[in-house]
């Protein structure tokens, strides 16, 4: 299996706190991603991030920031959870034009 | 703004019944198409890059193709153990930025 850690695993959080998730990689791999996986609407991408410091949105960005200060770590920070948030987040790497890795997966409850 | 669209969303096979699944795409400048398998409670897992139209890979009983327009997953003889989400994703333009179809179910019963 590809190097890759999210943490935590599971989490339950009430409305308006803010949550951070975290993604480790030990592959050196540039590209970092974060899904948000829901029924019905498969993988929508959030954020993701082509280097140290270069990060662009993807289609669900609102309510959601990240940051990248060193290669092998990528945070997903919702600064003030909702109940639309709850979800499962999936973080994935990749090189360019290569398959992604996915991790296991961060199952966020907002209540 | 691109897009990808899998069908059937479920489908439901007899173990040994063959079956193609779809995955069309709009895109500016496709640079590459993926396969991932997806079971309950896990990431997706990779199977498949296709990169041009024409090319074609082979899994074991898993075949994926690829058209100026849309990607077919073909799977010959299917197993129960075959059961779960594929999913289709492009990568296009200048950006490496992954787009994801909603996936199709398959059930492969005994």
């Given amino acids: ?101 996915f991790g296991q997966g961060t199952r966020l409850t907002v209540v | 703004e691109d897009q990808v669209t899998q069908s059937p969303e479920a489908l439901r096979l007899q173990e040994g019944e063959s079956s193609s699944l779809n995955c069309s795409y709009t895109v500016s400048g496709l640079r590459g198409l993926f396969w991932y398998r997806q079971d309950p409670g896990k990431g997706p897992e990779f199977l498949f890059t296709l990169y041009s139209a024409g090319e074609e890979k082979e899994k074991e009983r898993l075949k994926a193709t690829l058209t100026k327009k849309e990607s077919f997953l073909h799977i010959t003889a299917p197993k129960p153990e075959d059961s779960a989400t594929y999913l289709c994703a492009v990568v296009a333009g200048g950006y490496q930025k992954v787009t994801f179809g909603t996936g199709t179910k398959l059930q492969v019963i005994p």
Avoid at chain 1, 14 to 23: A, I, N
Avoid at chain 1, 27 to 49: A, K, T, V
Avoid at chain 1, 56 to 74: I, N, W
Avoid at chain 1, 85 to 100: G, H, K, M, P
Wanted: charged share 25%.
């Fill in chain 1, 1 to 101: 299996d590809a190097g890759i850690t999210q943490s935590p695993r599971h989490k339950v959080t009430e409305t308006g706190t803010p949550v951070t998730l975290r993604c480790h990689q030990t592959e050196n791999h540039r590209y970092m991603y974060w899904y948000r996986q829901d029924p019905g609407h498969g993988l929508r991408l959030i954020h993701y991030s082509y280097g140290v410091k270069d990060t662009d949105k993807g289609e669900v960005s609102d309510g959601y920031s990240v940051s990248r200060s060193k290669t092998e770590d990528f945070l997903l920070t919702l600064e003030s959870a909702t109940s639309s948030q709850t979800s499962v987040y999936f973080c994935a790497i990749s090189d360019l034009l290569a398959e992604a890795f």
